[in-house]
């Protein structure tokens, strides 16, 4: 057993608030979690998923029943619809119900000595499992069903399922936001439960794992099963068809009821275009999450770009910690003087939080030049930052314009902040590129040659989607009615050579949903490639998250409606109802509509939460114990062995 000391006030707080844990007593971590096993299926681009953690306790941790709490990640995206506890005499089964309403259940239930769980979303990305009642020589397993939307590549699908919970940088409004809550307990370099997973594929693709694996192929499929390991990186399967020479101009997967709802993929050949000047801003995370291997790595990553920087080039860098550092007041030439003093600039010795946000909001006030040049931000950093929604919100801010800023990201970590790295470059018209804690320099040296060289591949709204519907709603892009009917999706600036999906829905008509590829000398029939069961929560888990953006960040409210109305959900959920001018009125709205998708769909937000309670009383009782996590491979060791708040 574990004991964190009675002065640990920032650990029992948060307990106390989330559990109602007493501030008055130590707090004990034991080590009931022994496993956790991910099973899966992958079908093309989407993958069916069951995570289960395996509890058992001893007589010799505790003697009676014990309260457990433990914080784990799932993809951002991923649409959660289904959790249970088995035992071997009984399986449970969860409801999702209001998470305030499942909270009072829960403490209703540990006031009476009933087994009960409950399982929130604290975050994006972050949950939050709760499980009374674990005890002595019994065993429990905790399974929470999920399905996702792969990463396409250019000949497949990349599937990146988080293992490690990092600590994340909050700024001050941040830090009163559920983002506190996305903090691992403790951390501790071997916390004693390991994680395994088991993936069945098709049989004719090529399969690549970030984890040693045993490979099996057999009656025409494709079995992945890892070796026993510490949570401390993510777990990435990468599937490939050798077969693919060419992806088609846009793929069609609906659903398998009315074709309603739908994703199309958009892929791009690769075009190119004469060179131009670039004004560039490099913004460098030397945060405390960056020590040691990583910031070498990322110094190594921004000398490298900058040496690749022209004479016709202009740029200007930003060390970001707990404030931000910009070496000049505005973009200087590329020249041998400037590019010297940036390389000494980088390798400061500055450290603290992660002022990202302030970064992006002051990179606003940049100057750009006119004229036929490009605008470049290059951020390099590991992602773990709190406030996404507000980050995103400069983001937009600086990208919207024909000539605005592209935001492209270089990611360094083994668990790296995936979610918000990926939104940076989505919204941001930017190219993304991963790096693992320990890379070596050709692997950073491909990384920047990479993002630089797609920086070349120019920005195209073209090919268009028409859908045989007069009301099509879509989560990027505009739609535009046409006096046939029907409606064309214009998915916004693409980048050429690269794949990028799109999520809308259709109102029902008479004749069965059609989809052409428009914007091309004459219009042709979009490859449908395939019906899903599994489009319609996914679907809804990119709303929610929207939502979830939508209420962290500080958008207008005529901002947030008219981003909910291109949703098309706005009048339709709440007919009759606008908010007032209020923030707090604004937030309260957006949490209702959370509450209410998530109840109508089945996925879980941060609104909602399971609950499942048994019929069977336990014996008192003992002290609530929290089950550390791993600390991520390339981390610091100063993160070790406390409370991260």
């Keep these: 057993m574990h004991i964190l000391p009675q002065k640990n006030t920032s650990l029992q707080n948060d307990l106390k608030s989330l559990e109602g844990a007493p501030t008055d007593q130590q707090i004990p971590v034991m080590y009931p979690l022994k496993k956790t096993f991910l099973k899966g299926s992958l079908d093309g681009p989407f993958g069916i998923f069951y995570l289960s953690h395996f509890f058992s306790l001893s007589h010799s941790d505790s003697q009676t029943p014990v309260e457990s709490h433990y914080r784990f990640p799932l993809p951002a995206e991923a649409a959660v619809r289904c959790f249970a506890v ?68 250019q000949s497949g699908y990349i599937f990146r399922i988080p293992v490690a919970v990092p600590p994340r940088y909050s700024s001050d409004y941040g830090r009163c936001s559920s ?58 399967i990468i599937t490939e068809d050798p077969g693919v020479k060419e992806q088609p101009l846009i793929r069609i997967f609906t659903d398998d009821q009315d074709n309603t709802h739908f994703f199309a993929l958009f892929s791009l050949p690769i075009r190119s275009q004469k060179p131009q000047s670039r004004d560039i801003i490099f913004i460098i995370d030397h945060s405390e999450s960056m020590r040691s291997s990583k910031r070498i790595s990322a110094d190594l990553a921004a000398e490298k770009a900058l040496l690749r920087l022209s004479d016709a080039d202009f740029f200007n860098i930003c060390l970001v910690v707990s404030r931000t550092y910009w070496l000049f007041e505005q973009p200087v030439p590329a020249t041998q003087v400037n590019i010297s003093e940036a390389l000494k600039f980088v390798q400061g010795e500055k450290s603290g939080g992660t002022e990202l946000e302030t970064a992006l909001k002051e990179t606003l006030n940049q100057l750009k030049r006119t004229g036929d040049i490009s605008h470049h931000c290059f951020i390099v950093t590991d992602g773990h930052v709190g406030d996404i929604g507000r980050i995103l919100q400069w983001v937009e801010e600086g990208s919207h314009e024909k000539n605005g800023w592209r935001y492209s990201v270089l990611c360094i970590d083994g ?35 990479t993002i630089f060289s797609e920086w070349a591949y120019p920005l195209s709204a073209n090919p268009a989607l028409r859908v045989n519907r007069q009301n099509v709603y879509v989560d990027r892009g505009t739609v535009e009615k046409c006096s046939d009917g029907s409606c064309v999706i214009n998915p916004g600036p693409l ?23 428009a914007g091309l000398s004459g219009n042709q029939v979009a490859l449908h490639d395939s019906t899903h069961s599994m489009i319609i929560p996914l679907s809804i888990s ?13 958008y207008s409210q005529e901002n947030i409606m008219s981003s909910l109305d291109q ?13 007032d001018s209020s923030n707090s009125d604004t937030r309260a709205h957006l949490s209702n509509l959370l509450c209410k998708a998530s109840l109508k769909h089945g996925v879980i937000s941060s609104e909602t939460a399971f609950f499942i309670a048994g019929d069977k009383h336990a014996k008192c009782l003992g002290e609530p114990v929290i089950i550390p996590n791993a600390l991520p491979i390339g981390w610091s060791d100063q993160f070790l062995n406390r409370y991260i708040s």
């Design 495 to 517: 980048i050429s050579g690269k794949q990028e999906w799109l999520s809308g829905r259709c109102v029902q008509g008479k004749n069965p949903v059609r989809f052409e590829v």
């Design 86 to 153: 088995q035992s071997p005499a009984t399986v449970l089964n969860g409801f999702l119900i209001q998470r305030g309403d499942a909270e009072s259940r829960y403490q209703e239930a540990i006031s009476q000595n009933i087994f009960s769980a409950i399982l929130t979303r604290n975050s994006h990305d972050i949950f939050s499992l709760r499980t009374s009642g674990i005890a002595p020589d019994e065993s429990i397993t905790a399974t929470t069903h999920f399905t996702h939307l792969a990463s396409p590549s």
């Design 415 to 449: 668990s790296p902040g995936a979610y918000l790295a990926e939104r940076i470059a989505k919204k941001g018209r930017g190219i993304i590129q991963y790096l693992g804690s320990y890379p070596t320099e050709d692997e950073i040296s491909e990384a920047v040659k």
């Design 567 to 579: 949703w098309g959900y706005f009048m339709s959920e709440e007919p009759g109802h606008e908010p």
């Design 542 to 554: 990119r709303y929610i998250a929207h939502l979830e953006e939508l209420k962290s960040a500080d």
């Design 179 to 236: 983002n506190q809550y996305s903090q691992p307990l403790l951390l501790l370099r071997n916390p004693e439960h390991q994680f395994q997973f088991h993936i069945t594929t098709e049989n004719d693709v090529e399969v690549k794992s970030s984890h040693s694996m045993l490979l099996c192929r057999e009656s025409g499929t494709t079995t992945i099963l890892s070796h026993p390991g510490l949570p401390r990186r993510d777990c990435i």
